[in-house]
Structure formats: structure tokens, C-alpha cells
Nanobody
Framework: QVQLEESGGGLVQAGGPLRLSCEAS????????SGWFRQAPGKEREFVAS???????RYSDSVKDRFTISGDNARNTMYLQMNSLKPENTGVYSC????????????????WGQGTQVTVSS
């Protein structure tokens, strides 16, 4: 079992940075493929970024070159560094972990955090 808790959300101006954290308790985070998802108001949850235990990273086209996903095994924490934020990046960001990496991008995961709100003002 893994419990996930996000933090770091908030209000930021367009063009600014923000770093989200996802702390895991229970089993080591490094044994799972993990990722970040965003749900904007009135829209479905969408994939943002993922990282596997081997360090393979994937990003959605809309955030590639602006967002960076990383992990700190010593802290059992995953991060999402978001730079050059845009108003369309607004939403609730949730982290997820799964034992089967291939399905993570489709939004299928055993463990989910509650989410943290990110609001980007124009």
C-alpha cells in the first residue's frame, strides 16, 4: 500500500514557476511508475508527466520543455517543476503510482493523491 500526498500548489502569474511535490508513505516510491495528472474545471483528467523506476521520463506535448518530473528516493518524494506557466495549465494536479507503467499514461493507477490546486493568472 502507498499513500500519496501532494503539496506546492497555489496561485502564480503566467510565465512564473511552481514546484509540486508528491510524498509517498508506505512502500518505497521508487518501486512504482509514477506520474502527474491535471484536471481543469469541466474537463477530464489528463496526463502531464511520468517517470519509471529506471528513470524513463515522458511528458505530454503541451508541457514538454517547460515541465520536469523527478524523484528523490531518500525522501520518497516525486516532484514536478513547472516553468513558464500558462493560464491553460490551471487545474487540480494529482500524483499517481502504479506497478504497471504501461497503463499509467492512460490514467490507470492503483494509488492516487487528493490533488493540489494550481491557478495561473494571465
Amino acid at each position: 500500500q502507498v499513500q500519496l500526498e501532494e503539496s506546492g500548489g497555489g496561485l502564480v502569474q503566467a510565465g512564473g514557476p511552481l514546484r509540486l511535490s508528491c510524498e509517498a508513505s508506505g512502500r518505497a516510491f521508487s518501486t512504482y511508475a509514477s506520474g502527474w495528472f491535471r484536471q481543469a474545471p469541466g474537463k477530464e483528467r489528463e496526463f502531464v508527466a511520468s517517470i519509471t523506476p529506471s528513470g524513463d521520463r515522458r511528458y505530454s506535448d503541451s508541457v514538454k520543455d517547460r515541465f520536469t518530473i523527478s524523484g528523490d528516493n531518500a525522501r520518497n518524494t516525486m516532484y514536478l517543476q513547472m516553468n513558464s506557466l500558462k493560464p491553460e495549465n490551471t487545474g487540480v494536479y494529482s500524483c499517481a503510482a502504479t506497478s504497471l507503467a504501461i497503463r499509467l499514461r492512460r490514467g490507470v493507477a492503483e494509488y492516487w493523491g487528493q490533488g493540489t490546486q494550481v491557478t495561473v493568472s494571465s
